[in-house]
């Protein structure tokens, strides 16, 4: 009975040690793809569209600090003309929480015209941002912005799907304790999306009919 007991207790360990190991290998794997294509503002290549993923919005429809930052970067490569048009993709699924009406009243505050940037309402996660921005609005060429940390598995997510992505980083202050949190849950959304993006592929929550980010950036409003 007793060697029976060790034979398990070994097998375990080695099951956690391997699970353990591979979780790691993948958070490695996903962390180099993107970082190798993470850029200045200044030496990133010109793009169909600059794409700000979302982040929190207050109840009063005032951005986050790191939303703030994201939208901010988003702007002044706009301004050094780096793509025409800016994409501002968050969550818009209930008619009480809206990231992207508060991202392009930003962006429109900034003075950049509301025909420049378009809205995905339906853009839940990561991984169907980049898979609506290439399948609904038709972008090809893209400039990713979010922060550093987050920005890694973007690019990658948005390379295996095919898009010719480059990523700029959006830290511009110290966001505090919060990013010890933030870092962890990033090694289980890298691995989560490495088999999302990589091997299974599913479709995101909503598609649609196609918006191509060429046109007219009104089309995508709701207000």
């Known amino acids: 009975m007793k060697k029976r007991l060790k034979q398990i207790l070994v097998s375990l360990i080695v099951i956690i040690i391997l699970g353990c190991s591979t979780v790691l290998i993948i958070n490695n794997s996903v ?13 990133v290549p010109k793009a169909d569209a ?4 979302g982040a929190y919005v207050f109840p009063s429809g005032t951005v986050s600090t790191m939303l703030n930052d994201r939208l901010t970067a988003g702007y002044e490569l706009y301004e050094l003309g780096k793509a ?14 809206d990231e992207v009406n508060s991202m392009k009243s930003f ?15 339906a853009g839940f996660s990561t991984y169907e941002s980049v898979y609506r921005a290439r399948d609904i609005f038709k972008v090809q060429k893209v400039i ?15 390379r295996e799907l095919g898009l010719e992505a480059y990523g700029v980083a959006s830290d511009k202050r110290d966001y505090g304790q919060a990013m010890h949190i933030y870092n962890l849950r990033e090694i289980a ?3 989560k999306d490495f088999l999302w993006a990589k091997i299974i592929k599913p479709e995101p929550t909503f598609l649609g009919d196609s918006i191509p980010v060429f046109g007219d950036g009104k089309a995508t409003d709701d207000k």
């Open 31 to 43: 962390e180099s793809v993107g970082e190798s294509y993470i850029l200045s503002p200044n030496d």
């Open 50 to 53: 600059i794409l700000v993923l």
């Open 84 to 97: 025409p048009k800016l994409l501002v993709s968050g969550d818009h699924g209930q008619k009480d929480y």
């Open 107 to 121: 962006l429109r505050d900034k003075g950049v015209p509301s025909s420049d940037v378009f809205m995905d309402h």
């Open 144 to 158: 990713i912005v979010t922060q550093e940390y987050h920005l890694k598995r973007a690019v990658f997510v948005a």
């Open 189 to 191: 959304a890298r691995n």
